[in-house]
C-alpha cells in the first residue's frame, strides 16, 4: 500500500503516476474532492485513490504538503516518508519528528485548481537510491525518474531556481518570463542566484548544473506560467517564503555568507503577507 498525503499539484502528479502503473494509492487530504481530474494535453483522467489514513501496510508514504504545513503530516507517516516540497526546512522539521524519511525533488510543472490539475511541463523526479520501488513503479507509469546517491546537490539546485523566480514574480504578480524580457527582474533574479551557490559552497554543497543556466531555461521553459508563490500573494494566502528565499538568509546567517538580495525579496514577501494578515 502507498500513501499520498497531500492532493496538491505534486500529490496528483504522483497519484497520476502510480494510477498509469496499476496502484491505487490511499490519500489524505485537507480539503476533500471526491472526485479529481488530471490533465495531461487536454486529456483529463479521473484520479484513482482510497479516502483515509487508516491502513497499516503502507510501505511508503510521499507527502506532498506545502512546506508550511511539514509537522501536521507526522501523525499520518507510515513505512518510508518520501518528501516532495518546494525549499529546504520541510524535510527537516519532518526528519527530525519522523527518521524514516528522504527528500524528493520535482521538477515537473503542475497546476492545481479546486479539484483538477493540469501538467504544464515535464520535468523529471530525483529520489534516493533507497527507494528503488517507488521509481520503478512511478517509472512504470510514465514518470521520468532519476536515482541519485546524494540528493542534496538537487535540492539546491531546485532552491537557487525558485528562489531566483518565486519571490521576485510574485511582487511584480508578473508570469516566470518577466525573469527573462526584464533586464531589472534578471538581474536580481542572477545575484539571488550568485547568493544560493555562495551559501550551497559554503555547505560544500556542489550543484549538478550551472545553476545560472539552469534559473534561465526555467523561467523561459515556464514563461507562461505564474509561480505558486505568485498565486499564493494573488490570493493573500500563506507563502512558503520561509522555506526558500528565507531558508538562504538562515543558512547563511549561520555559515556568515551575506545574502542582501535574499533577505530584500523575503523581507518584501513577508511585509505582504502582513498586509493581508492585518485586512
Not at 13 to 33: D, I, K, M, S
Not at 35 to 41: A, I, M, N, Y
Not at 134 to 146: D, I, S, T
Amino acid at each position: 500500500m502507498l500513501r499520498v498525503v497531500g492532493l496538491g499539484a505534486v500529490g496528483s502528479l504522483f497519484t497520476y503516476f502510480l494510477n498509469r502503473a496499476g496502484v491505487v494509492p490511499e490519500v489524505v487530504q485537507r480539503r476533500r474532492c471526491g472526485e479529481f481530474l488530471f490533465c495531461v494535453e487536454g486529456d483529463c483522467e479521473k484520479l484513482k485513490f482510497r479516502e483515509g489514513g487508516a491502513a497499516d501496510d503502507v510501505g511508503y508514504t510521499i507527502v506532498a504538503v506545502k512546506a508550511y504545513d511539514s509537522r501536521s503530516v507526522v501523525p499520518h507517516l507510515k513505512g518510508v516518508a518520501v518528501v516532495a516540497q518546494n525549499g529546504i526546512g520541510g524535510y527537516e522539521e519532518i526528519k527530525e519528528a519522523y527518521p524514516n524519511s528522504v527528500p524528493a525533488v520535482v521538477t515537473y510543472g503542475v497546476y492545481r485548481e479546486g479539484c483538477r490539475a493540469e501538467l504544464r511541463g515535464v520535468g523529471e523526479i530525483y529520489l534516493p537510491s533507497v527507494v528503488s520501488t517507488l521509481a520503478e513503479l512511478l517509472e512504470r507509469g510514465g514518470g521520468r525518474v532519476r536515482l541519485v546517491e546524494d540528493i542534496e546537490p538537487y535540492r539546491w539546485l531546485k532552491l537557487a531556481v525558485n528562489a531566483a523566480i518565486n519571490a521576485i514574480t510574485a511582487l511584480l504578480q508578473a508570469p516566470n518570463g518577466v525573469i527573462i524580457s526584464s533586464p531589472y527582474a534578471q538581474t536580481l533574479a542572477l545575484e539571488v542566484v550568485q547568493e544560493v551557490l555562495n551559501v550551497a559552497t559554503a555547505l560544500g554543497v556542489k550543484m549538478p548544473r550551472n545553476p545560472v543556466e539552469e534559473a534561465l531555461r526555467v523561467a523561459s521553459a515556464t514563461a507562461k506560467n505564474l509561480s505558486s508563490t505568485a498565486r499564493d500573494v494573488a490570493a493573500c494566502a500563506k507563502t512558503e517564503i520561509d522555506y526558500i528565499n528565507g531558508a538562504v538568509v538562515k543558512y547563511g546567517e549561520a555559515l556568515g555568507v551575506a545574502t542582501p538580495v535574499n533577505k530584500a525579496l523575503f523581507n518584501l514577501i513577508k511585509a505582504r503577507e502582513s498586509l493581508c494578515n492585518s485586512g
